[in-house]
């Protein structure tokens, strides 16, 4: 018996395992794949965990603890992420065994997942010294009646802020362009020392006189920013950690925006709201943020982010 005669027999007895093997030498999965199906890990582990802790020890089999019980049961954990990484995409599924119940909704543990993930992308990015930032954004305001209108502005580390015209020429504004946190309207240097522990940040979103309250203060707060502003790759990060611990946030699934840009889903619904993002896992982008009336599904307001970057000259 030859060496991976013997790898075959001990360590890929689950179904597909033949394909894997025939399949030979394969390119790596890509970065975001690989974030995404140690999601579905660490997932399953939370909510295996917290059912162990809930369910009576005489009820319930003896099992390794941790990763090993994971291992412990190669055909539910490992084809699912076999499937996944040979697919190129991973959705966040519902990871639960015949003996016990998870112990709280899986797409609410999936989507604190996802967020923590896409805070660990959006850390990755380099940081900038470019003196201008571009934001080109698609607004469709169903309340106004006007047609949806796409604006493109540079903004400069004063706060000086150039518009683009429809025909492609600027006009410079002489008003000084600031990003809402909370009550405060902030510039470029000043979104730069805003903290960026968490529970720090999500103290200074929420706007006291909101009509939505906390949350959907917080949540507007850190969309906006995350959407159109020139937070820098730690504070994006925080965003999207100070997103994550807010409830009710819901990984829906594969989605397109508008435009046919692809990313991964998530909704969030208020008695009046519900707000639907679409993320690009791989960049950490938001793509789009679409609003629309929870019972009758129209359509409230969508914002299209499809520039927000840091540039080196105007044009």
């Known amino acids: 018996m030859t060496r991976s005669d013997t790898f075959s027999s001990d360590h890929l007895d689950f179904p597909g395992a033949e394909t894997l093997m025939a399949a030979g030498r394969v390119e790596p999965p890509k970065a975001e794949t690989v974030a995404a199906a140690q ?18 020890s005489a009820a319930r089999p003896r099992r390794r603890a941790g990763l090993a019980r994971l291992f412990f049961r190669p055909r539910v954990v490992v084809t699912a992420l076999a499937a996944a990484v ?27 997942t996802f967020l923590n993930d896409m805070a660990q992308v959006a ?13 080109t954004l698609t607004i469709n305001h169903r309340a106004d009646g006007q047609k949806p209108h796409t604006r493109s502005w540079y903004l400069d580390r004063k706060g000086k802020t150039t518009e683009v015209n429809p025909d492609g020429s ?18 470029w240097n000043q979104l730069d020392k805003l903290p960026t522990d968490p529970k720090a940040l999500a103290s200074l979103l929420p706007s006291a006189n909101s009509a939505g309250g906390k ?42 925006d508008i435009t ?11 008695d009046s709201t519900t707000v639907r993002l679409i993320i690009n896992p791989k960049t950490g ?16 307001a969508r914002y299209t982010y499809l520039v927000n970057t840091p540039v080196d000259k105007i044009g």
């Open 39 to 56: 999601a579905v890990l660490r997932a399953a582990i939370e909510r295996d965990t917290e059912a162990a802790a809930v369910t009576p």
């Open 86 to 112: 040979a697919a190129g995409v991973v959705v966040y599924p519902a990871l639960t065994s015949n003996d016990t119940a998870p112990a709280q909704p899986p797409q609410a543990a999936s989507a604190k």
């Open 123 to 135: 850390a990755s990015a380099p940081a900038t010294k470019a003196p201008y930032w571009k934001t």
């Open 170 to 187: 600027t006009t410079v504004a002489f008003t000084i362009r600031g990003y809402s946190v909370g009550d405060r309207n902030l510039d």
């Open 215 to 256: 949350v959907k203060s917080t949540f507007d707060n850190a969309t906006a920013l995350l959407g159109q502003s020139p937070a820098r790759p730690e504070l994006r990060a925080a965003l999207y950690r100070v997103l994550a611990d807010l409830p009710g946030v819901e990984v829906t699934g594969p989605a397109e």
């Open 260 to 270: 046919g840009r692809r990313g991964t889903a998530l909704e969030w619904t208020t």
């Open 285 to 300: 982008d938001l793509l789009e943020e679409t609003e629309t009336a929870p019972r009758t599904g129209a359509l409230e």
